[in-house]
């Protein structure tokens, strides 16, 4: 396989897939980038065309882990070098990358996914072979996904240690707007608001460091995710926005925020007794094996160990 | 000292003043906190009349550590049985406390005090002698408060191992309602938020975990703090409302959230790098000595080491 881009995600994507005993090539922009992971013993290049002719060799796994706002010179690239290679992703919005991969003529080779991991840090330094162990990754199963792609990238995702969590791109960007775009946002809103009051720094504890932990993320980053899910982090936060509205008006006019409060706190009670199934009965490639899919993983189904593919039982 | 409540932060301080080699009764209203305090071999009742003239006796520091819409009750009867015994408590606002201190007629013995130390859980059983250790503990420097009871309650504050920092109420209290009451409106608001969105629980991370862990502290503890810090909380919650409606106005016509994320990183960074020199040079009782400790305290000072008392220097 080849990772494109050796930052946080994309750098532990190659630590974690060489541990499991991959064959994997990081591509990486910038020089410190790509000589870091050199020096820690990976192959890795700072030459796009080298990386993408020798996945096209192999017709390797190509792992797309830039930025967002580089995602559609460097599919252009792939479609002129590496056109045949299965095609997946590690960027935190979905209908994004999918809308780009479709113009890039790219779609029937690509599956989308998602790492629902990550720390304040950034850059190859950062990267850890252990970050995705028990964590979320999403994998796209729009109706366009080929089931011997899906296959694929199931694997690399249960090698790095993640359980797959199947889901649309549209839910999968509604839910990321809702549990880690708006967090973001409302850490910044903290901070920024605590900052301007004397004596706020001086006492901050506890609720003001957790509340405030992803505000510590480059901005860059966080612009990125926002402003490239704006479609469903626009309505996902008018809702939060209603709900303080409305905590604020019967703060003023009653002294309680007893609705707010108690809804909250109900909805991180469920959160805490969330259970997660693990989806066993689904095979990939069977007769509307994307929909059931879906419907797993909103009910909180995850993939621990690998589906069945139709035609190849074991 | 004499510890009236005795839940998560009473049942610190008791633990606590207790390990530094102090006497001290407990109290708590309920059989079930009093008898785990004595069945850690604390001294407790739930006799609040008893509690009362064992502090009268020895003119112990009482120290109240009630919820807020319990205080008045408790203040009569200790201006009835223990009024001249020094007084402090350890509840969230300082402003009401005050108010309601004064009422009583107890403002000549009374220093307020804050801990800013705390976990989602409660009572007495959730309780550390360790919770304070490094945490900063304010105590009021407001115009009546008397130098030798600011001493007891300083050296009561340093034996729990916490840092002291001195503050008015009122900016104690604008404070606090930026850097704890707003994180706790705001854990609720993205906890709900979410809540409302099919697939969001199954990838809730990091992000989500961090925004949404004090949504978890018990409802009627959440309200009781904000709700008695409505005056300070609602030109705080106002201004975070505001930086959020910008943001939200910049994405819809811009495509860009870039002004709220840079200053919201740019807080966080002054946050993270925020110096806490220790005040050493302020002797309590000397002219101005409480316009100082508040300026001191204001500019990220803290006492680290009991400061003398004029007329008893050492």
Not at 33 to 41: C, E, I, K, L, N
Request: with cysteine; hydrophobic share 50%; aromatic share 4%.
């Amino acid at each position: 396989m080849c990772v494109l881009g050796l930052g946080l995600i994309g750098g532990s994507v190659l630590r974690a897939a060489v541990g499991a005993g991959r064959e994997a090539l990081g591509y990486n922009r910038s020089v410190e980038g790509a000589q870091g992971a050199r020096f820690d013993g990976f192959s890795a290049t700072t030459d796009l065309t080298e990386a993408l002719e020798w996945a096209a060799e192999r017709e390797a796994l190509i792992v797309l882990a830039v930025p967002m706002p580089a995602v559609s010179q460097l599919l252009s690239h792939i479609k002129d070098v590496a056109g045949d290679c299965p095609l997946t992703d590690v960027i935190s919005v979905k209908r994004a990358v999918l809308d780009a991969v479709r113009k890039a003529g790219l779609l029937d080779r690509y599956v989308g996914g998602h790492p629902m991991a990550g720390t304040a840090h950034s850059g190859w330094s950062a990267g850890d072979a252990r970050l995705f162990a028990g964590a979320p990754w999403v994998l796209t199963v729009d109706e366009h996904v080929d089931a011997r792609v899906w296959e694929q990238v199931m694997h690399l995702a249960l090698d790095c240690q993640a359980v797959v969590v199947p889901a649309t791109s549209d839910e999968h960007d509604a839910a990321a707007a809702s549990i880690s775009h708006l967090p973001h946002l409302l850490a910044e809103a903290l901070a920024e608001t605590a900052g301007e009051v004397p004596l706020a720094f001086a006492l901050a504890a506890g609720s003001f460091r957790d509340g405030t932990r992803v505000a510590a993320t480059a901005p860059d980053l966080v612009r990125a995710m926002c402003e490239a899910n704006a479609e469903q982090l626009l309505p996902t936060l008018d809702r939060a926005l209603e709900l303080l509205n409305q905590a604020r008006a019967s703060l003023a006019d009653r002294g309680s925020v007893a609705e707010l409060v108690e809804a909250g706190h109900a909805a991180r009670a469920r959160y805490d007794s969330f259970s997660r199934p693990q989806i066993v009965t689904i095979a990939i490639g069977e007769e509307d094996w994307r929909a059931e899919l879906a419907a797993a993983g909103r009910a909180g189904g995850v993939i621990r160990s690998a589906l069945p593919v139709l035609g190849s039982r074991r």
